[in-house]
């Protein structure tokens, strides 16, 4: 990325040029308007950033110039100025944003809100049935950039809020709904409200703003307590509507960021790399959970023990890179196998451990004799890859633990390749 800093003042460049290299920018220096336009002239930047007095003139007038420009009429500009009084709304130019002092915490604020594709849009979900305000808000959401799907009914917009499964930093997922509290039809604004938050995955969460023209204190604590985040007083400032919109949204953004975050960690910490399996650590960690709640809510709960055969030989004739992508190959085939509440795990080596929730001895043999057949057709890099596997099961009533499941699941794997592998073997915890 590309930055232009136009700034006379040699600490605040020095400054400047430290933080936006922090941030990963190339960055160009000048000092004087004339310089300045023979830059933008002939380079592309992501980011411009301007002193309000220059050597040769006022940055109102650079401003303007970038403002007109084919290439960067769009590139955010920072503004920076030391009269107090001074805000981007009383500028004769578009600014992206204005400071008044340098301050490394804003500029990198600024490069998030304007560079990084999280805060470049929202979805909204907007529901209000007055013809007047739909038309002016929807104007304004759509010229700013938003994505607006909207409905005059709480019943319309609870069906379309059901159907988009997604959240979180998801694309196409919802990143805030506005509604109007007295809607036309059986469901009012408030139900509207309860509806979302009582959603347990991500879409109960998202920021809810309302629309209500009734101004008492004890209505405001009833709408937060709600799980309302804002509200808007009719009549309705279309600055405020902007500025509340773009700070819950960016804030949902910046969550949402952790969360992927957290998300990506945890799949770090109990993935394996090669096969996309959990590893051995995840397994252990959740085995005890799958089988403790099993035997609290009086289900079965199976466990296949798999062992791919002769693979030393794999290793040893065509090289350790074949071995991996017979294995990678593999885990694909698992995990494509299973319904995603089994756990499909690898154990070490040619080794996977699955265990099957609400699944029953019978059914873990039938799904255990299907993947013996699918790792049979499989020929994985175009070699012939055969498997022996042990099945165990404890049913409801069984007091077995994971430890007494994997010795069964074990011997079952023994059993299978003493007597000619390729075959599945069912040891009974009874």
Avoid: W
């Amino acid at each position: 990325m590309r930055a232009l800093i136009t700034e006379n003042n040699p600490v605040y460049r020095n400054m400047l040029e430290h933080t936006l290299a922090e941030q990963g920018f190339d960055t160009d220096t000048v000092d004087s308007i004339e310089i300045a336009r023979s830059y933008v002239d002939s380079e592309i930047y992501d980011i411009i950033y301007v002193n309000q007095e220059l050597k040769d003139g006022r940055g109102e007038q650079f401003v303007a110039y970038c403002n007109d420009h084919d290439r960067h009429k769009d590139t955010p500009i920072l503004f920076l100025t030391e009269n107090s009084e001074l805000t981007a709304e009383k500028l004769p130019v578009k600014v992206g944003g204005l400071i008044h002092e340098i301050n490394e915490h804003q500029i990198v604020h600024f490069i998030d809100l304007h560079l990084d594709p999280v805060f470049f849009e929202g979805r909204i979900l907007f529901i209000e049935d007055d013809e007047v305000v739909v038309s002016e808000i929807l104007a304004q959401l759509k010229e700013t950039g938003y994505r607006v799907t909207h409905f005059r009914t709480a019943e319309e917009a609870s069906a379309e809020f059901d159907a988009v499964t997604v959240y979180g930093s998801h694309a196409e997922a919802y990143d805030l709904v506005i509604t109007r509290l007295k809607l036309k039809g059986k469901m009012s604004g408030d139900e509207l409200v309860s509806f979302i938050r009582s959603y347990e995955d991500g879409r109960g969460f998202i920021p809810i703003i309302v629309i209500t023209d009734i101004d008492s204190d004890e209505r405001r604590i009833a709408l937060y307590q709600s799980g309302v985040n804002d509200f808007l007083q009719k009549p309705i400032l279309h600055e405020e509507l902007l500025v509340r919109i773009r700070n819950l949204i960016t804030n949902k953004r910046l969550l949402d960021k952790v969360h992927d975050i957290r998300r990506e960690l945890f799949s770090l910490a109990t993935t394996d790399k090669l096969t996309g399996c959990h590893n051995r650590h995840s397994l252990m960690d959740f085995s005890e959970k799958f089988i403790s709640q099993a035997r609290r809510h009086h289900y079965p709960i199976s466990m296949l023990v798999i062992d791919l055969d002769y693979f030393k030989m794999v290793n040893d004739n065509h090289g350790h890179a074949t071995g991996d992508m017979v294995l990678e190959l593999t885990g694909e085939l698992l995990n494509s196998s299973f319904r995603d509440g089994d756990l499909v795990s690898r154990y070490g080596g040619e080794e996977f451990v699955v265990l099957m929730p609400h699944c029953d001895g019978e059914h873990a043999r039938m799904k255990a004799e299907k993947l013996r057949i699918a790792i049979e057709e499989l020929k994985p890099v175009g070699h012939e890859i055969t498997t022996s596997i042990g099945v165990t099961s404890i049913e409801v009533g069984c007091e077995k633990d994971f430890e007494a499941m994997f010795r069964a699941g074990d011997e079952g794997v023994y059993s299978a390749k003493d007597n000619g592998r390729n075959q599945v073997v069912f040891v009974s915890l009874d």
